[in-house]
């Protein structure tokens, strides 16, 4: 018989939310080549009964779910753990935001690994309630899942104030290289190669984008900035106070979906500037060292483990600012920083390397081999 791995905690595959789904898509397709019987739940819009279909061999339970935003997303966890729980099938839960729940797979006796994630109740976006209901779910879920993944050995440090570090894996994130992003894509937005820098990321406090914007601003510069986001200052004091900083340099593009144009961007930025302080390892910097950008990154242990000791770092504005003075006009420790951080990619942080790290933790909770 062929191992089983029901995957819960995203939107679904193929990946159109974010870095869990496309981690999910990547998994279960190179499950599915190895042997392996793959079922992801899937949160649809609208009402009915669930259905089921197929997606490149991967197994998709299709739940429909009429409530919108958070509401919704609880919803559709409960809904698919439930479904899990009806079947003694090895689960991968990704985030913890709702572990609560999980307490119905562990009560079964079904193995059930949890990604912890980041930690979600320092952002400072949230309120008193929703910090309070994440920080409740992470010591839920190290408790209760059978074993948690860290992306970050500054995430396994953080949850071993919960449970004993050997019930932690660190198996970091990945992402496709794509040294080849075309040029062409440029010309939509009047950017040439190595004529911008580029930040990709929410606006929120936590992503310092209003530092890097302002540091940035600070005085005139010899390349442009761009920024991708959705931002809606007419609505948003944060994303208002983003833009007013912006100087006439600075372009916001929005949010910029197409897999081609945001590789083409990546790599033919002369600067990647990644301000995350809060969470491991970040999907959108994994992907910056695959497309061999030079990195200035805010300066905390998740993105020193990533990037390493090549990159630059900053940790408020006027650091990022002086960066900005020693790096965007020094082609060779560019040229230098590019090299370094593919090399970094290469060795710890492509989808072959964490894929396989991945089946071989999944394997050794089969249950088959028994539930710990």
């Known amino acids: 018989?062929?191992?089983?791995?029901?995957?819960?905690?995203?939107?679904?595959?193929?990946?159109?939310?974010?870095?869990?789904?496309?981690?999910?898509?990547?998994?279960?397709?190179?499950?599915?080549?190895?042997?392996?019987?793959?079922?992801?739940?899937?949160?649809?819009?609208?009402?009915?009964?669930?259905?089921?279909?197929?997606?490149?061999?991967?197994?998709?339970?299709?739940?429909?779910?009429?409530?919108?935003?958070?509401?919704?997303?609880?919803?559709?966890?409960?809904?698919?753990?439930?479904?899990?729980a009806a079947h003694g099938d090895l689960c991968l839960t990704l985030g913890y935001n709702t572990a609560v729940f999980c307490t119905l797979l562990r009560l079964k006796g079904i193995p059930n690994l949890i990604n912890m994630d980041g930690i979600e109740w320092k952002r400072q976006k949230w309120g008193v309630v929703a910090k309070t209901?994440?920080?409740?779910?992470?010591?839920?879920?190290?408790?209760?899942?059978?074993?948690?993944?860290a992306d970050n050995p500054g995430i396994k440090q953080h949850l071993s104030r919960w449970v004993s570090p050997d019930k932690i894996s660190m198996i970091a994130y990945g992402a496709e290289s794509c040294v080849e992003g075309s040029p062409e894509e440029l010309d939509k937005y009047g950017l040439a190669e190595n004529e911008f820098a580029l930040v990709i990321a929410r606006p929120e406090p936590e992503n310092s984008v209003l530092e890097i914007v302002r540091a940035f601003s600070a005085r005139p510069r010899s390349c442009k900035l761009v920024v991708l986001g959705n931002f809606q200052p007419k609505t948003n004091e944060y994303h208002a106070a983003v833009v007013e900083a912006a100087s006439e340099q600075v372009m916001?593009?929005?949010?910029?979906?197409?897999?081609?144009?945001?590789?083409?961007?990546?790599?033919?930025?002369?600067?990647?500037?990644?301000?995350?302080?809060?969470?491991?390892?970040?999907?959108?910097?994994?992907?910056?060292?695959?497309?061999?950008?030079?990195?200035?990154?805010?300066?905390?242990?998740?993105?020193?483990?990533?990037v390493g000791d090549e990159a630059r770092y900053f940790a408020d504005e006027t650091e990022c600012a002086?960066?900005?003075?020693?790096?965007?006009?020094?082609?060779?420790?560019?040229?230098?920083?590019?090299?370094?951080?593919l090399d970094r990619f290469n060795e710890a942080l492509t989808w072959p390397i964490i894929l396989e790290q991945y089946r071989l933790l999944l394997e050794k909770w089969l249950p088959a081999a028994g539930v710990r």
């Open 133 to 149: 209901w994440f920080w409740l779910n992470e010591l839920i879920g190290a408790r209760i899942g059978n074993h948690l993944v």
């Open 252 to 306: 916001f593009l929005g949010a910029i979906y197409e897999k081609s144009t945001v590789q083409a961007l990546r790599r033919h930025c002369r600067l990647y500037l990644h301000g995350h302080q809060v969470g491991g390892t970040n999907p959108s910097l994994v992907e910056g060292l695959g497309s061999g950008s030079p990195v200035l990154a805010h300066d905390n242990m998740f993105n020193r483990w990533v």
């Open 1 to 84: 018989m062929k191992p089983v791995l029901r995957i819960l905690g995203t939107r679904g595959v193929p990946a159109a939310h974010g870095g869990f789904e496309t981690f999910a898509e990547y998994l279960a397709l190179y499950l599915v080549e190895h042997g392996w019987r793959v079922v992801v739940y899937c949160q649809e819009d609208g009402e009915g009964a669930l259905f089921e279909d197929n997606w490149n061999g991967v197994e998709r339970v299709r739940i429909p779910v009429s409530v919108s935003g958070a509401k919704g997303t609880v919803l559709f966890d409960w809904l698919a753990t439930r479904h899990a």
């Open 322 to 341: 002086r960066q900005l003075d020693a790096i965007l006009d020094a082609p060779a420790l560019l040229a230098s920083m590019r090299k370094a951080h």
